[in-house]
């Protein structure tokens, strides 16, 4: 297929108004009488609201209205940016409600507060006198599942969330068949997305009675709908509003201050309420990376084939579920595609601790697992002396291999030329060779880590896509998508696949940037790095329906058939010849104005996806360590992704710089650390939690090795959140190359570097 | 077909939106940075631009444009609200620039200020310094007609647009069989529309170099393509947004102020700029209601029969077409099919003079004819000694007749039981009986006038409706049209249509009452009563399509046959015995949720109707003559219309309340006033302009004789424009019955009815 817009580095569609602040985002909103929500949140991990006397609060001239749990509806309500499912077993667990009386991180929203302005509603909060009945926090999973301990949800014994996993073969029976043995603990932190725009929303009451939220969210059918359970009223009397937005990696794949701001409005007669967020509000009372503590056990043979493999795995998801168990079930299955053994058994715990809610977070679970297994085949490859790529190598999936739990199968497969050209790229035999005796104390070294991850979530979730093009007189369309642009640049993407199937510039497509329940199609969102892919089939479909109405349009006009026309830079032409027959904006004219056969075209279409399609790749690090001082320094770092056809590489790179740097940061500074006795957070801004600047970041080097997924129209598969997956453990191996200090924790910052080489006597 | 949404008065749905303030007009959208325009007037009625100094305006601090014709696109381009031609000679007259360096009336565009406020604006415009050359104005169709008159526009010899007209059968052959010969000249004046909003628009250049005005307009989409024929640009390069608006009758079937505003936008980058017309400017520079001048000659036979009729008009459409010789042949064409005769002849002339230009009103041509043919069968009937009813119901249209010139038929005709009910509500003959013979200065009278109107244009113009349906997952649903809401209360129409197909409650129908040129479906706009008939069908349509998939779906989920089944209530039932299957929500969450099946339900559909239905209807008018002062109060007034089934009685009659309103200022007290020999305008204004107020309209009677018209799906005529039509020759009747004075002229002002009484005798 010679491409005439997908695979070009076409400028994002959004750009200028972006650069010029044309561009709203919901802060942007304005309303006369707009009104400002504020919450009470609590200073106790654990305590049980004894008593709330708030009249203090009202009396202040300015407070329109004040909220505790008696005032909203005490629905428990799920969070997570999940479809609803049909099927009760399989939903998210509902343990949350707008306002709680039981407060379970510090943080918590005990109560609210309507004020006409910030400043108001900041003093009415303190004049808010609760009375607590302290609890023992637990801030720790060992010390929420120990022997009776207090019950976080009352309904939840144990504090375990979930146990379940899987098991694919008998492990035990491999690892008796296995040469070697091989264990390892590992273990990573709790980190926040830090996305540029904090949470905000703003709700008012329209005047046929209806909500109307307009949120900077991923997800706002999603939103729509929990907004609904949560004030217990039919979702069609929800409308969510999603303007520009700037950011999420998976915190706005959450349900985090809409309910509560629907609720705002409805206590000040249907006023406008604007609740923002600020930064320290974000990093503790949205959503969190879920912390994890693996054990792997893993058989290997004498000639280097993983025979089988054992996970226990513990996910710290904080006071509410939200994503919970899902988060560490995808990183378990979307991992386990990556080296195919005989056995392999998994079997993760979700726990609630007194900590603030754990949610998605690009990778959802995978760069957790993807470090610990990571790190763990590296260790392995040292203790047998084996080359870590060859040992990778031996074990690497092929095209063809189906999962025996899902039935997802692997139809492009370009793992291995990822490695050879990440290997090319970063010269890795050559400083291997330079690097074999270092001495000194500035080491330098070499390391490397794969990952496998999905295309959305089938067969776990339903993946609906929704696209809808109008087709103008001019042969111009307009593109409506229920997907969201959030910064990720899929907006742009889809313009140049219609642009593509309709043979017109990409600049006579004009998409719909934003999203409205009320007449954007219905589609879940932005995560699981499912729109390219799965939104794309949607696009796809719509404008192939558009084209076979212009071309049998054409052929009611011209008497040439269908079948023999085709549209190429915004012309019909011949199919055979690509001669010219008429500009397609002369149909376009006829499909408006035509007195007998008007009728203009259009594509409102919906595509329930029931595929998957596995992607690879590799990061390749250098990193020089400095043993006197611990520091780490990233000397050059390589992703090598195969995500099938790329159909935007600039695009693509952003995506890939954005997700390594993300990686660095959270392989080398980025902890969200907690008072160990009270559960205080320490550092939730930005200025002591240590997010990587451009001073942490070396020039990133990426590259595509093409594949063509057969079942994405454009042979495109995920691209969003993967990049970030393989740099931990890519970096973590390096360091180990360079020192032989065998890191087992995240991040590598300072202090813990300092306190390993201690351990090794290194320093 | 037992009714559960249809026919019942639903409160509109944008009432609370309205009272409360919460709607959004044109003047209510704010923008950072928001420029104001204004325009500079021609203060001659025809005068060539010999040199525009625009220096000093341009130097005045806070100006940022200054624009006049050489620094605008010189297109032209037509303004009348009509679907686009393909066939070049069915097209609009295109004689209209955005600037002109030629002034045709007082009030002409010469140049335009963009600055940064209002006062700004103004001043800058009085320091633009303009050379005129004077040329004689031509105030009068006789003036501009005559030998030798200078041409408004070069391309039109004589001053005359178009004189084509039409004939059925041989009127000179017809006026042979006829027994009685009779003649009259009668003559209307120039109106205006004096909708509560004035003509607005606001416009910017968006981030992708689209065009973007929001404007108060009946016909968003066919302002997008004029503006792109006025600016030489690609129509889909345009984006028009029509918020909620506060009325148009017609003044916004045009564009007037958008391809300006366009311009405006383009000359200060992009900038938003607001262009908003004074009162004063709307009452000259926007449209009015042509003045016609008829003779009519009209054969009749002894037993009262009309033979044939002869009617020469000569409309004054001012000095640009607009709508142009369209009001002159709908008007003759909608009334003609009332009395079917063997002949009739018309012969309209449509002349340029150097006034305002005269478009589209409530209307369209029919209330000047009606005037004129109302008033001369009164005279004919007074002189043959027929009681006027009697007249008329010898010769009224019956069911089953077909327009032997456009094939149009007759299939629902209730005008004689609209005679019979509007003669009972009045007390007809009860009252004549009593005033037989009235002596002293007070004298009443009862007169009465039919009309015959259209639903839509076809098959002169294309009449496409759109509609766009979504279901929800609770079972409401949205619906979006392309047809505007501008006050009359379709959108209330609509939600009822859908509620009924449905079967859900009336509140479960979403309407989104603006429209987005990009979003919206496609249809072309408020005007000619089209609404409820034409996108009624594409509304019934895609209702009958959503509710089609819906019990295919449940036909899926249940194994009960689609045909089986209906929905009442909001309930999935057992057609036969509406027994309850299951909620329409269950259906509707399987449509989103089914892992398998989910296909959210929508349908976009577009409707090309090939129909029209005629309606009619009549007004009986009762007024008391003060022959002393010359006063005329109407004492009581009905109107009883056949439009066909009624879908809300409240709604409808507020429709004629609304125009029997209008038709008591035409016929008594509204005109625009000219200098005579400037043509300079004497009472562009509220104060000066007599529009009648509450304290000069009765209680008006309204009732409906609710006939079922096959080609609508729910039996439904139009009804918009149809009150106003028979109300000043009803008027008129009524003063020639009380009086014995025929007067020929509209407005019977207190100045015109006492040059009457004196030459009467009367005074």
């Not at 306002?99 to 005990?110: C, E, M, S």
């Not at 940037?513 to 199609?521: E, L, V």
């Not at 001669?579 to 279409?605: G, N, R």
């Amino acid at each position: 297929m010679a491409s005439t817009a997908v695979g070009k580095s076409v400028t994002r569609v959004d750009a200028v108004a972006k650069v010029t602040g044309q561009a709203k985002y919901t802060g942007d909103f304005m309303f006369r009488d707009m009104l400002v929500g504020k919450v009470l949140r609590s200073p106790y991990a654990h305590a049980i609201v004894k008593n709330i006397d708030v009249s203090q609060a009202r009396a202040l001239p300015g407070v329109e209205g004040v909220l505790t749990y008696k005032d909203v509806p005490r629905n428990k309500f799920p969070t997570a940016g999940h479809p609803y499912s049909l099927d009760p077993a399989h939903g998210d667990k509902a343990d949350r409600t707008i306002l709680t009386d039981k407060a379970r991180f510090v943080g918590d929203a005990i109560a609210a507060v309507i004020a006409r302005d910030e400043l108001t509603a900041a003093e009415a909060l303190k004049l808010i006198k609760v009375e607590y009945e302290v609890l023992e926090p637990l801030l720790t999973p060992e010390a929420a599942m120990r022997e009776g301990a207090p019950l976080i949800h009352e309904d939840c014994p144990g504090n375990i969330l979930s146990a379940s996993g899987y098991a694919i073969g008998d492990v035990d029976e491999a690892f008796k068949e296995a040469d070697y043995i091989f264990e390892d603990e590992l273990e990573t932190s709790i980190v926040q997305h830090c996305q540029l725009e904090n949470h905000i929303s703003c709700a008012y009451v329209d005047s046929d009675g209806r909500i109307v939220i307009i949120t900077s969210t991923q997800i706002p059918h999603i939103v729509r709908r929990i907004v609904g359970q949560a004030l217990g009223i039919p979702w069609g009397r929800i409308r969510v509003i999603k303007p520009y937005v700037g950011g999420g990696f998976g915190s706005k794949q959450d349900v985090c201050t809409e309910p509560l701001a629907a609720a705002m409005t409805l206590a000040v007669g249907g006023r406008p309420v604007k609740l923002e967020l600020s930064r320290e509000e974000c990093m503790i009372a949205t959503r969190t990376r879920h912390a994890f503590k693996f054990k792997i056990k893993t058989g290997v043979s004498r000639d280097g084939r993983l025979i089988g493999m054992h996970i226990k795995a513990i996910s710290n998801t904080g006071a509410y579920a939200s994503h919970g168990h899902s988060i560490a079930m995808a990183g378990g299955s979307k991992f386990r595609i990556l080296y195919p053994m005989k056995a392999l058994k998994y079997e993760p715990f979700t726990v609630y601790t007194n900590l603030p809610v754990a949610g998605a977070m690009r990778g959802y679970g995978s760069p957790q697992i993807t470090f610990a297994v990571e790190s763990h085949l590296d260790n392995i490859a040292s203790k047998l002396n084996i080359d870590p790529i060859e040992f990778r190598l031996k074990n690497l999936v092929k095209e063809g291999y189906v999962d025996p739990l899902n039935g997802n199968a692997v139809r492009s497969c370009g793992i291995r030329e990822c490695i050879a050209r990440g290997k090319e790229l970063i010269k890795w035999d050559e400083k291997k060779a330079r690097y074999k005796n270092q001495t000194g104390s500035r080491r330098r070294g070499l390391g490397m880590a794969c990952f496998s991850y999905g295309s959305g979530t089938y067969p776990v979730g339903l993946e609906i896509g929704g696209a809808r093009i109008v087709l103008n007189q001019d042969g111009s369309v307009q593109l409506q998508v229920g997907a969201t642009e959030i910064g990720q640049g899929s907006d742009t993407v889809f313009a140049q696949m219609v642009a593509e199937v309709l043979g017109i510039p990409v600049d006579m497509v004009h998409v719909l940037s934003t999203q409205d329940t009320d007449i954007s199609p219905f589609d879940t969102g932005a995560y699981a790095s499912r729109q390219t892919y799965i939104t794309g089939m949607a696009v796809a479909r719509a404008a192939a329906e558009v084209k076979e109405k212009i071309l049998d349009f054409a052929w009611g006009m011209t008497d040439i058939p269908a079948h023999a026309l085709d549209i190429k830079d915004a012309n019909i032409v011949y199919k055979h010849s690509g001669e010219v027959v008429m500009p397609l904006a002369e149909v376009a004219l006829h499909t408006y104005y035509d007195t007998v056969f008007a009728k203009p075209i259009t594509s409102d279409t919906s595509n329930n996806a029931r595929v998957n399609a596995f992607v690879f790749g590799v990061t390749f690090a250098e990193v020089e360590v400095d043993l006197k001082t611990g520091r780490i320094e990233v000397l050059e770092i390589y992703n090598v992704h195969d995500s099938g056809r790329i159909i935007n590489r600039q695009l693509a790179a952003a995506q890939v710089h954005g997700g390594v740097g993300m990686g660095i940061g959270y392989a080398l500074s980025e902890q969200l650390l907690f008072d160990e006795k009270t559960g205080q957070p320490l550092n939730n801004n930005l200025l002591d939690y240590k997010l990587p600047t451009i001073m942490d970041i070396p020039a990133i080097g990426v590259d595509f090795v093409e594949t063509f997924e057969p079942t994405s129209p454009f042979g495109c598969k995920a691209l969003g959140e993967p990049p970030i997956i393989p740099v931990a453990p890519a970096i973590r191996n390096a360091v180990f190359d360079a020192t032989g200090v065998a890191f087992d924790r995240l991040p590598m910052n300072p202090q813990r570097v300092f306190e390993k080489f201690k351990e090794a006597g290194l320093i």
